[in-house]
């Protein structure tokens, strides 16, 4: 099942993808018991929103809808740095013992389809095509055995960095928050789509050029290790997100460096879930 968030008709919604491309809508579907995906998630919805779906008539195309992040109103989105060793070694960091971790906030996001914005304040802004993981059910001191079961989906995501404001201090918040740098999408496919411990293909492009190229199998701390370590500080919710980290490749290590400019098109594909693109404006 391949779920979403859209904007229609100037009010927010949520649906799943029918298996001809197009789009079931959500509240329809449930008699509005749930307003959006999150809400969907936290009442453990998905087994019974998958069994009333089957058979049933898509309600209008993907044309008809603006998508927006997977999901638009996180409670936590929580971003994993320097996770394959070859972006580690490429910014010349030394290993660490555990997760380098950092938080982005929901104003920070865009849709599949809509663009991301070069701000006026730096001509630096950098590609991160990256994996999410969206939690779908409540735990606290989750063992890596049990980390799976914690999953709800995955989706693409591009971490998109302003760079010089990212290294204006040792504390990466501001070149990560950028309003409408970072995106999410086009859908979440569900776990059942994804076999637990799949090694999924992760490609980034720019304007068509293939910039990074990577599976999971590299990922230095696994997805359960990541839900596992996290889950010992704070309680993860249903609707959290965990955005996994980013291959080699990045365009600021590029000789010479290569930072995404107005018209640019970037997309990040990740193979079996689906593929996020964005034009780049200038903010």
């Known amino acids: 099942m391949k779920l979403l968030s859209y904007h229609r008709q100037g009010q927010a919604s949520w649906g799943l993808l029918s298996e001809d491309g197009r789009v079931i809508d959500g509240p329809s579907l449930t008699q509005g018991r749930y307003p959006s995906l999150r809400a969907a998630l936290q009442a453990q919805a998905l087994p019974d929103i998958a069994r009333t779906a089957q058979g049933r008539a898509a309600d209008f195309g993907l044309d008809d809808v603006q998508l927006l992040p997977v999901i638009p109103d996180p409670g936590k989105i929580l971003c994993v740095g320097l996770n394959y060793e070859e972006h580690r070694r490429e910014t010349r960091r030394a290993p660490t013992g555990e997760p380098t971790l950092f938080l982005r906030v929901a104003s920070s996001q865009v ?17 991160e095509g990256e994996i999410a993981v969206v939690i779908g059910k409540r735990g606290r001191r989750i ?8 999953i709800a989906g995955y989706a693409p995501y591009n971490d998109a960095s302003v760079r010089d404001w990212q290294q204006h201090t040792t504390q990466w918040t501001p070149g990560k928050n950028f309003d409408a740098t970072g995106a999410f999408g086009p859908w979440m496919a569900t776990r059942d789509e994804v076999p637990d411990g799949a090694d999924l293909s992760l490609t980034t492009r720019l304007n068509g050029e293939v910039m990074q190229h990577a599976s999971t199998a590299q990922l230095i701390f696994g997805i359960p290790r990541l839900i596992h370590y996290i889950s ?10 965990i955005v996994t980290g980013t291959p080699g490749g990045v365009g600021f290590k590029r000789t010479p460096p290569l930072f995404m400019q107005d018209g640019d098109v970037v997309e ?10 964005n034009r780049v404006r200038a903010g």
Do not use: M, N, W
């Open 232 to 241: 010992r500080f704070a309680t993860l919710e249903p609707g959290d997100v």
């Open 143 to 150: 063992s890596e055995a049990s980390a799976y079961g914690h």
């Open 268 to 277: 990040v594909e990740v193979a079996g879930v689906g593929r996020l693109s």
């Open 111 to 127: 849709g599949h389809g809509q663009a991301i914005l070069c701000p006026a304040e730096s001509h630096k802004l950098d590609y």
